[in-house]
């Protein structure tokens, strides 16, 4: 079974400065892995997701997230943050298996301080 | 393209009431999840469909939730009866293929009073 680690449930940073938001997962098997963004009042949205090739993923909003498989680890980065960045972020993992459920770790609230 | 459509948006019943949620996931997509989110459990999967089939239904809470898709357009999540414990907001998400990730609806807020 799979699992995932989102080590810090709050993670405060000042406009503008950088930020990364640790994740760890625990697999048997290869995985995929998945950063997600919610928004106050709203649903999951995909913010990127490594899937094979390149260990640095790109994803939308300025996001980026580094694969690293001796640490198991999927850190999600932003050189520079703004207050629309304000949300809840949530890792995500899956087997490359016939087992399609993806799971998600406890998220982390990102606080953008003026 | 309308994303995936959940209604009602909140919805607040006294306890012992009949709820039932609904979903339209994305037009093709051939997998469904149900979810829910609290601050104490963060997000659990409930259950999840393939091609209409309930596929893995082990995260169902007990036997006053149960789920349906009659149709690729459509699903249902009942509780009967409800209890202030599944106050939470529940999401349905779908998927093509689970390695491109979900699309998630807006999800509903319930509230058992």
């Known amino acids: 079974a799979q699992s995932v680690t989102q080590l810090d449930s709050q993670v405060p940073v000042f406009e503008e400065a950088p930020v990364e938001l640790r994740c760890n997962y625990s697999s048997s098997v290869s995985v995929y892995l998945f950063w997600y963004v919610q928004y106050p009042n709203q649903g999951l949205q995909l913010l990127l997701k490594?899937?094979?090739?390149?260990?640095l993923v790109k994803g939308i909003n300025g996001f980026e997230a580094e694969f690293n498989k001796s640490q198991t680890s999927f850190h999600l980065r932003k050189p520079s943050v703004h207050i629309s960045d304000t949300a809840e972020y949530f890792c995500?993992?899956?087997?490359?298996?016939?087992?399609?459920?993806?799971?998600f770790g406890k998220g982390t609230r990102l606080h953008i301080l003026p | 393209d309308a994303g995936v459509i959940q209604s009602p948006r909140h919805e607040v019943t006294e306890m012992g009431q009949e709820v039932t949620l609904r979903c339209k996931p994305i037009?093709?997509?051939?997998?469904l999840f149900w979810y829910r989110q609290t601050m104490m459990r963060g997000l659990e999967l409930l259950i999840y469909?393939?091609?209409?089939?309930?596929?893995?239904d082990s995260g169902m809470p007990e036997d006053r939730f149960s789920a349906k898709m009659p149709n690729a357009s459509f699903s249902t999540l009942k509780i009967q009866p409800s209890e202030p414990r599944d106050s939470a907001v529940y999401f349905c998400?779908?998927?093509?293929?689970?390695?491109?990730?979900?699309?998630f609806g807006s999800g509903t807020r319930l509230t058992v009073v």
């Open positions: 995500a993992v899956r087997a490359m298996n016939r087992d399609d459920k993806i799971i």
């Open positions: 469909f393939n091609n209409n089939v309930p596929i893995d």
């Open positions: 490594y899937l094979s090739g390149s260990t």
């Open positions: 998400a779908s998927s093509s293929t689970p390695n491109y990730g979900y699309t």
């Open positions: 037009s093709g997509h051939d997998y």
